[in-house]
């Protein structure tokens, strides 16, 4: 059992920044792909950025260039530095942990209980 806890989230205005905090209670070192995810009111949870063990990474097209995830094996965390904020990146987001480097829900079985991120124009 993968237990992992968001923070960092709040409400900024667009063109601000946030970086969000996932905490792991196992080695990430150990965890082939951790993805953040997010889910805005009335749709569908979609896959934002993912690193796998390597330090692969891949992005969302919408984030690509204003994102960047990055993780702290010593520290066990996971971290998504967003830039240049805009309002429709409004949502819930959530961290997670796969099998599968991939940005789709159905590859992730743990995740977190999300954390709030609010941008107004």
């Known amino acids: 059992q993968v237990q992992l806890v968001e923070s960092g989230g709040g409400s900024v205005q667009a063109g601000g920044s946030l970086r969000l905090s996932c905490a792991a209670s196992?080695?990430?070192?150990?965890?082939?792909?951790m993805g953040w995810f997010r889910q805005a009111p009335g749709k569908e949870r979609e896959g934002v950025a993912a690193i796998n063990s390597g330090g692969s990474v891949i992005y969302a097209d919408s984030v690509k260039g204003r994102f960047t995830i990055s993780k702290d094996n010593a520290k066990n965390t996971l971290y998504l530095q967003m830039n240049s904020l805009k309002p429709e990146d409004t949502a819930m987001y959530y961290c997670?942990?796969?099998?599968?480097?991939?940005?789709?829900?159905?590859?992730?079985?743990?995740w977190g209980q999300g954390t709030q991120v609010t941008v107004s124009s």
């Open positions: 196992v080695y990430t070192s150990n965890i082939y792909s």
């Open positions: 997670a942990v796969g099998n599968i480097f991939v940005l789709g829900t159905w590859a992730y079985n743990f």
